[in-house]
């Protein structure tokens, strides 16, 4: 099949930018080839007139009377001879494509079998336009067909093979198309359409034509059936789809069983030859005409095939496709014909020296659509939704055709990303990729999206990549090393690579981190170690913990603790198991201050584990940090005091030396260094509140007895501890103390809270005794159950007797002890109330009860 040449219908406002003009063409719905072989012999001598279609096979009729049966190619499989050369009308076959009715414009009708003999052919006194044969002729009850010139005949063979002739309709003119589905029969006269029902043997409806100016002969009718009752009729101008309905039989009474109702009737820009439908749509054949720029007069277009959307009163255009069909200037509206297959949706437009098929483009001509606007991402994306479907395109060559257009305009990041998506696992394409991109220098681009999971390319690649950023960006290099796992490439060719760089830039950090990650890829930790402390980098400790370095820095704890004290003592804290204490006090020895931290940070993390390095840390701890020393002498259960006070003193840390002599029992020492060396009265009182000694008091008042200021603090805050007034008879008469009345007045108000606090404590313990003795005496006055359970605490006998009718008695105390009353003893034995001898055993002795008893 040839190509035609199709041209969509243009826009309503032209663009003035091509680039525009040609974004904003829409893709077409239809695709279009011409039916060569032996079409174009046929056409080139003789004209075609009309065409009937079948899955299997076409049915051309001629201006000179012949009829072929072509493929679907073209190609002619049999040619039929009409008795007299005049034009084929009308060429009908029945669903099975085994017969075939004919009716030429000299009145014959012709209806023969493909394999058999002729069944009908006979001459009328006029032309004959129309013939349908039953969609099911060739069974033996539907040997029917109908035939129209003047009038509607229906033909009929009985059971005698005779032919049975009945006049369905005349008298309104020629008839001029008719086709049959099923049991309704449609034709197009003069005066408009009708419809015969075959089973009920009437007449249904009579669609009228709207524009009766146009006349029938120049602008025939076009019917179509879109299933077995729909009809879409298409005349002048003016389309309207009908459907045949049941009436409701409850309101039959005098009406036909069925009716037509009209379901959308519209018009038409341009004069229709033909009508078939597609799924809810219409596809038309409209013959245009269009005023020449020279002259005035109308000229003949090329014709049209639309796709447009019925609505009730108008329709919706889809898509407009003009054809180049051959001779189409010469051709009037009656030359053309639409004809369809309903299973493969194929379109044939017939005229008189051209027939053309459209079909539904498929997703293989979507996919040429894009790649001929250069789309190419959509197309890929189409190709690979419709993978399965698509007959004539490669998803992968479709991708590379993509990768090649972004390369042509410099979107290499674009391309190389998707080389991803596209090459796969195909290695081959991969390196030639790869190589592609080191002839543009654009390896930089596709070094991050190579593949570096179970699929790989070979080493060579990876270093040839690496080499490239080497050369001119440390950084992405570095990125890349971390990246990309070490099996992707040799290590050793890098470290080497690596190293002939260093030569030139030998204080890079880059370079030499970088190194390091190789060093380690390549299981050398301890080459990698000294880099990271060389750069003093944050990851050395990481390195310890996770490859288990602590054998490889027992020398190199200084260096460690140079680049971050806190991180190493830490580490070395944590890992004890694996470098000693001893050890790290060994290494730190010639660094006193390294040593004081970590022995510092081991003492506060457990005060006995460096017990033996206590006596060290106090010359420490006095030589760099003096604020923790206090708090370590306090904690500290394994300091030798001596030696502590021996330093203390020569440093002349008076805190420091007073705690030790009052935890050396040496209090009044102590005492006199903090009155003598501080000077700080509060602290004094302080330290005697703390020891709580009288005598302590006393050496206090007496060596602040002559120093008013010291008098006035111990006025302030003594009263709790000592009575003030010993200190007031001791202070000499004409003394002046600073803010005397002031501390008496205070001396005053802390006495009387004291009262104040006495009595307060006095009424609640009083309130409260008061309480709990109403509660007791409240629950001593409640009843007590008294039930056969019970027993008699002397006897132990039921307290109950077992004739509960008899006089008994008996004495339950608030001890909840029970007797019956002649097991007390009697009241005149014992003077007083009664009282339970169970409780008052208790009270005087082991076995009083039993005596009281014996008595």
Not at 117 to 123: A, K, R
Request: net charge negative.
């Amino acid at each position: 099949m040839a190509e035609v040449e199709v041209q969509g219908r243009k826009p309503s406002e032209e663009s003035t930018d091509d680039s525009e003009e040609e974004d904003s063409e829409e893709e077409p719905k239809l695709k279009y080839e011409r039916l060569a072989n032996g079409v174009t012999e046929i056409l080139q001598k003789d004209a075609a007139s009309c065409m009937a279609v079948h899955d299997k096979f076409l049915a051309l009729g001629t201006h000179f009377g012949k009829v072929f049966l072509l493929d679907v190619q073209g190609n002619v499989i049999q040619k039929y001879d009409i008795q007299s050369a005049v034009k084929v009308n009308q060429i009908s076959l029945d669903e099975f494509g085994e017969h075939v009715g004919v009716c030429s414009e000299d009145g014959q009708v012709l209806v023969f079998g493909l394999c058999s003999q002729t069944e009908f052919d006979m001459h009328f006194d006029c032309p004959i336009k129309a013939v349908a044969l039953h969609p099911q002729f060739g069974r033996p009850s539907s040997k029917q067909f109908v035939t129209g010139g003047n009038k509607l005949l229906l033909y009929e063979r009985n059971w005698l093979k005779h032919w049975k002739m009945t006049v369905l309709h005349e008298g309104e003119g020629r008839i001029t198309n008719v086709k049959w589905r099923a049991n309704l029969i449609a034709w197009a006269n003069n005066v408009g359409v009708m419809i015969y029902d075959i089973s009920l043997k009437q007449r249904i409806t009579n669609v009228q034509r709207d524009d009766v100016s146009l006349r029938p002969d120049m602008y025939p009718c076009s019917i179509c059936w879109k299933d077995n009752a729909t009809l879409i009729i298409g005349w002048g101008n003016s389309v309207k789809i009908c459907v045949v309905k049941e009436h409701d039989p409850m309101e039959l009474r005098d009406l036909p069983s069925r009716y037509v109702e009209i379901m959308s009737a519209f018009e038409t820009e341009f004069f229709i030859s033909g009508l078939a439908p597609l799924a809810d749509q219409l596809v038309t054949l409209f013959y245009v005409k269009e005023n020449s720029d020279q002259t005035e007069e109308e000229s003949r277009a090329r014709p049209r095939l639309d796709i447009i959307q019925p609505l009730p009163e108008t329709c919706e255009e889809i898509s407009s496709d003009a054809l180049t069909v051959r001779h189409f200037q010469e051709n009037e509206c009656r030359d053309y014909r639409l004809e369809h297959t309903e299973g493969e949706s194929l379109f044939y437009i017939i005229s008189p020296k051209d027939i053309v098929v459209a079909k539904e483009r498929d997703q293989d001509d979507h996919i040429d659509w894009l790649l001929d606007k250069k789309n190419y991402e959509d197309a890929l994306m189409a190709a690979e939704i419709s993978s399965k479907n698509i007959k004539r395109h490669d998803v992968q060559k479709i991708g590379m055709a993509y990768i090649n257009h972004l390369v042509e305009k410099g979107d290499y990041d674009a391309a190389a990303k998707k080389c991803q998506k596209v090459l796969g696992k195909n290695m081959e394409l991969w390196e030639n990729e790869v190589y592609r991109f080191k002839t543009i220098g654009q390896l930089k681009a596709i070094s991050q999206y190579l593949p570096r999971g179970d699929l790989r390319l070979r080493p060579a690649i990876y270093e040839m990549i690496l080499h490239e950023f080497l050369k001119s960006d440390f950084e992405g290099f570095a990125l890349l090393i971390r990246e990309w796992p070490g099996e992707l490439y040799n290590n050793m060719t890098i470290i080497q690579a690596v190293n002939d760089h260093l030569k030139n830039y030998p204080t890079n950090s880059t370079l030499l981190t970088t190194l390091a990650e190789l060093y380690t890829y390549d299981q050398r930790y301890d080459r990698a170690l000294e880099i990271y402390l060389r750069l003093r980098h944050k990851d050395v400790y990481q390195l310890i913990h996770k490859h288990n370095l602590f054998s490889s820095i027992e020398d190199k704890i200084v260096l460690l603790m140079d680049f971050d004290k806190e991180k190493a003592v830490d580490m070395l804290l944590d890992n004890e198991d694996k470098i000693s204490t001893d050890k790290v006090v060994e290494e730190l020895k010639e660094r006193p201050e390294l040593l004081h931290v970590y022995l510092h940070k081991l003492f506060k993390r457990d005060h006995h584990k460096g017990q033996r390095y206590h006596e060290r840390q106090i010359s420490l701890y006095a030589e760099y940090d003096r604020p923790n020393l206090l708090p370590f002498l306090r904690d500290s259960t394994h300091c030798p005091l001596e030696k502590a006070l021996e330093i203390c003193q020569q440093r002349n840390f008076v805190e420091e030396t007073v705690f030790l002599l009052s935890r050396m029992g040496n209090c009044r020492r102590a005492l006199q260094m903090i009155m003598e060396e501080l000077g700080d009265v509060d602290k004094a009182i302080e330290f005697a509140k703390e020891q709580d000694d009288a005598e302590l008091w006393e050496d206090l008042i007496s060596y602040s007895i002559d120093k008013p200021p010291f008098i006035t603090g111990l006025l302030n805050n003594i009263g709790t501890h000592v009575d003030p007034i010993i200190l007031i008879r001791r202070i000499k008469e004409g003394m002046e103390i600073p803010n005397l009345r002031d501390s008496l007045v205070k001396i005053l108000q802390d006495y009387n809270l004291q009262i104040l606090l006495h009595e307060g404590c006095k009424k609640i313990l009083v309130s409260d005794s008061l309480s709990l003795l109403k509660k007791m005496h409240r629950t001593q006055m409640r009843g007590v159950r008294v039930d056969e359970e019970n027993i008699c605490e002397s006897c132990h006998a039921p307290i109950l007797p077992s004739d509960t009718a008899k006089l008994f008695s008996v004495v339950l105390f608030n001890c909840r002890h029970m007797f019956h009353k002649e097991c007390l003893p009697s009241p005149g034995t014992i003077p007083g109330a009664q009282f339970c001898n169970i409780c008052s055993a208790k009270r005087r002795g082991p076995g009083s009860g039993i005596l009281e008893m014996k008595k």
